[in-house]
């Protein structure tokens, strides 16, 4: 697809009713999506030319989560063809911002929990199409790890000696958690794509941003998006005490505590590894290095959740192979 040019937004935004407007870009992300503040019309522009299923997975996701009774934008025009969507302007008040600005930190993070909790608890969550976050997709995203990790870390290195050996090491445990319940699971759940919305009750107060690679999988999924934050660490205590509340509130089928916590903690695992690979990938294929200064942070969760999940061989693994991975970050990596 080629570049939006200003007639193909102009023609759109005629087609959807709003000739004449005044266009604010918003700053870019880690995806190729794009966004245009309609200034005064409380409306914004999204433009994705590069990924028509993420942008068909906006569409249909974002009145499917309306419909259960949650807060995504309004989806006022679309046309897929060209990757353009005419949709609800949240504002500006991301939790991101809000905690900056001093916004009590237990609170946003209860709300977002409640949200969660109202979604795994409606029983037509799951009934979206989009596709399954089964066992093959988790050992792909691994090798995420092993293609762009490993490598920058170990030059040397077989990657693909090294990826069969991980993700066989990994094959048994995640296998396991094919016993768990499903829903729909919305992947970058943080406080860059939660906002508080002004003028709404309850957990429609929670606005969801980027969930167009929503998947149907384990619940806890989420749960880890939000409470072990690549970006941000959370004040002393809160992981726990929102776990308390979700485990409290939990749907049935979930099982007890263990059993949540043990997804939780080999889904952190999961998470985390593949995101150490992703912000390599950002750097060295995409020029965003931006995001090599998480990777400290994300390395000590990866490394507290293989803990946590019993992982102990693929931690002996890595010790072997990639020796220093625990301390590695931009500059020991040669990536900075």
């Not at 004449?20 to 999506?33: E, F, K, T, Y």
């Not at 609800?88 to 911002?97: I, K, L, N, Q």
């Not at 009590?104 to 969660?116: F, M, N, Q, S």
Request: include cysteine; charge should be negative; charged fraction near 25%.
């Amino acid at each position: 697809m080629t570049a939006c040019t200003s007639s193909d937004l102009v023609a759109f935004l005629v087609a959807c009713g709003e000739p004449d407007v005044s266009l604010a870009p918003l700053p870019g992300d880690a995806s190729a999506r794009r966004y245009y503040r309609l200034e005064g019309r409380g409306k914004m522009l999204m433009e994705d030319r590069v990924d028509p299923d993420g942008f068909a997975g906006f569409i249909w996701i974002a009145r499917h989560l309306a419909a259960l009774g949650l807060s995504a934008p309004q989806v006022h025009c679309a046309d897929a063809e060209s990757g353009l969507a005419l949709i609800e302007d949240f504002g500006t008040r991301t939790y991101s911002v809000q905690l900056a600005a001093g916004r009590d930190e237990a609170e946003l993070y209860a709300l977002a929990v409640d949200a969660l909790l109202h979604l795994h608890h409606h029983p037509q969550a799951g009934a979206v199409d989009v596709p399954d976050y089964d066992l093959a997709t988790l050992l792909d995203e691994l090798s995420i790890f092993t293609q762009w990790f490993a490598p920058a870390l170990r030059p040397d290195v077989d990657v693909a000696a090294f990826d069969a050996a991980f993700r066989a090491l990994w094959q048994a445990p995640l296998a396991g958690l094919n016993k768990g319940p499903s829903t729909l699971v919305l992947r970058d759940f943080h406080v860059d794509n939660l906002m508080e919305l002004e003028g709404r009750e309850g957990v429609r107060r929670c606005g969801l941003l980027d969930f167009q690679d929503g998947v149907i999988g384990l619940p806890e999924y989420d749960l880890v998006s939000l409470l072990q934050d690549a970006r941000r660490d959370l004040a002393p205590g809160l992981e726990q005490a929102m776990l308390e509340r979700y485990i409290a509130s939990a749907p049935k089928g979930a099982g007890g505590e263990t059993e949540i916590l043990h997804r939780y903690h080999l889904l952190g695992a999961q998470r985390h590894t593949r995101i150490a690979g992703v912000f390599l990938r950002l750097n060295l294929r995409d020029d965003k290095s931006g995001y090599l200064r998480f990777l400290p942070r994300v390395l000590r969760q990866m490394e507290e959740a293989l803990q946590a999940a019993g992982l102990t061989e693929i931690t002996e693994f890595l010790d072997r192979e990639l020796p220093g991975w625990r301390q590695a970050g931009p500059t020991l990596i040669g990536t900075a």
